[in-house]
């Protein structure tokens, strides 16, 4: 498709269960970011993927997330073992070898009962 | 976490006036962007300005950056309805590692 693409665009699950959230990017784009939107905290920048490259893991918000981006393209964000505080919209972007401006896809609506 | 403030948090105008939203930021920065986001959308990216640059003009948006202050200001002009929205600034302070760093936010609402 022409833009980011999310799926799906909302999830509503059980605490503790886990949750794969998925983001094809704009074809041709090796950049791919994942951001969390929350009331409390705002937009927050979770993970980058350059290429094929290991990513820097450090702005997950704790070891029950986890990334992924397998051959250069889609991307899945898991979240294992979910808790009410994940409850947000996880939004996907990307962007031509990293150069500004990114991408966005209209983002995952994940409510946690 | 945030980096950028902008204010208002919320500002409400008729149509066919100008809008002013102002951001605030903390660090040293490559560029600074403005993102547009529509209720249930994503962001759509509407002006990036670089850090040597201190004003810049896209149809009828204009954003300055004053570095010095670490502050720039987002001002659309000749305000319609389909602005309603809410307005964020980013930073970009090194490469793409660091991602972007978004403030809070202006929601705008433009009154017909």
């Known amino acids: 498709g022409a833009g980011v693409s999310q799926s799906p665009s909302n999830k509503v699950t059980e605490k503790g269960k886990d949750v794969e959230l998925r983001c094809d990017p704009i074809s041709g784009h090796t950049a791919l970011y994942w951001y969390r939107q929350s009331l409390g905290q705002g937009l927050e920048f979770l993970i980058y993927f350059q290429g094929n490259s290991a990513p820097d893991k450090s702005g997950l918000p704790s070891d029950r997330f986890s990334a992924e981006r397998t051959g250069g393209s889609v991307s899945t964000l898991t979240i294992q073992r979910t808790q009410q505080e994940d409850s947000a919209v996880y939004l996907c972007?990307?962007?031509?070898?990293?150069?500004?401006?990114?991408?966005f896809g209209d983002g995952t609506r994940l409510s946690i009962l | 976490s945030q980096q950028g403030e902008e204010d208002p948090q919320a500002l409400s105008i008729q149509e066919g006036e100008n809008a002013t939203m102002n951001c605030s930021y903390k660090?040293?920065?490559?560029?600074l962007q403005w993102y547009r986001q529509n209720s249930g959308r994503g962001l759509v990216h509407l002006i990036l300005?670089?850090?040597?640059?201190r004003e810049k003009h896209s149809g009828r948006l204009r954003v300055t950056l004053d570095t010095s202050k670490k502050s720039s200001s987002l001002l659309i002009t000749a305000s319609r309805a389909a602005d309603t929205a809410s307005y964020f600034c980013?930073?970009?302070?090194?490469?793409?590692?660091?991602?972007?760093?978004f403030g809070k936010g202006t929601h705008l609402i433009i009154q017909p």
């Open positions: 980013a930073t970009a302070s090194g490469g793409g590692a660091d991602g972007l760093t």
């Open positions: 660090t040293s920065i490559n560029n």
């Open positions: 972007a990307s962007s031509f070898n990293g150069v500004e401006p990114q991408h």
């Open positions: 300005i670089r850090s040597n640059e």
